[in-house]
């Protein structure tokens, strides 16, 4: 998937994976993850998620990526906060109160502009990417935020009935993307139908530790 692939989706307003509320898995088992108010929570491929405002009214900070600078812009003014931006070359730096956003490629993204983390929320950001992708960007996450717990989001079903985005990670391949350095928890799943086509989907929430 290259940028400008999601550069058009923001562009054109094709945002299905945009929810209208903060999304009820992260309310229910957020706190699986143990951590105190005041903690700092990473959201890789955040788009302009609610669940981030959510994060910050329970008192924790937050700090997420994303591509899109449309995205970026509607996340700070729907939340009512006007950030200090600061240009990184590949990346830019959006700063308010316990937020930080870094506009730009994840893979340019590094440990010490990130800052320290205490735990990652993965929703809709490692079924964003392909196949070939999810390995590097597993491998990226463990760079970025070593040993820090997970909560992760993620959807499996046949994929040769349909196309990602969003892709089918199943619990196999999960174990080998993260079993080296965690321990995967499955917490809550549901089925339904969905992705236009009626596809039969699971979709699971994990804690890895
Ligand atoms: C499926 S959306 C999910 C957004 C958000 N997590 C949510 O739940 O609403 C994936 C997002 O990741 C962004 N994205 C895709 N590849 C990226 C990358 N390599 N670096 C940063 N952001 C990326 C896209 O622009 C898009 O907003």
């Known amino acids: 998937m290259e940028p400008e692939f999601w550069h ?13 509320e903060p999304n009820p898995f992260l309310r229910k088992h957020f706190g699986q993850l143990g951590l105190q108010p005041g903690q700092r929570v990473f959201v890789p491929l955040c788009g302009k998620t609610l669940d981030i405002g959510w994060l910050l009214q329970q008192g924790y900070a937050v700090a ?4 899109s600078e449309i995205a970026v812009s509607e996340l700070f003014a729907e939340l009512g906060l006007t950030p200090v931006i600061h240009d990184l070359g590949s990346l830019k730096h959006y700063q308010a109160l316990q937020l930080d956003i870094f506009e730009g490629n994840l893979f340019d993204l590094t440990a010490a502009l ?13 079924v964003a ?4 992708t999810r390995a590097r960007y597993a491998a990226h996450l463990q760079a970025l935020c ?18 990602g985005p969003p892709f089918s990670v199943p619990a196999a391949e999960l174990e080998r993307l993260y079993g080296v ?5 499955e917490l ?19 804690l890895l530790r």
């Open 188 to 206: 809550e799943y549901r089925h339904f139908e969905g992705f236009q086509q009626n596809v039969p989907v699971r979709e699971t929430v994990w």
């Open 114 to 126: 990130l800052g320290s983390v205490d735990a990652v929320y993965d929703r809709a950001a490692l």
């Open 64 to 67: 997420g990526v994303e591509l």
């Open 146 to 163: 070593p040993a820090v717990p997970h909560l992760l989001l993620t959807f499996a079903y046949d994929q040769a009935l349909r196309q």
């Open 129 to 132: 990417l392909p196949a070939d």
């Open 8 to 20: 058009q989706k923001w562009r054109e307003r094709v945002i299905g994976f945009h929810l209208n």
């Open 181 to 185: 350095h965690y321990s995967l928890k």
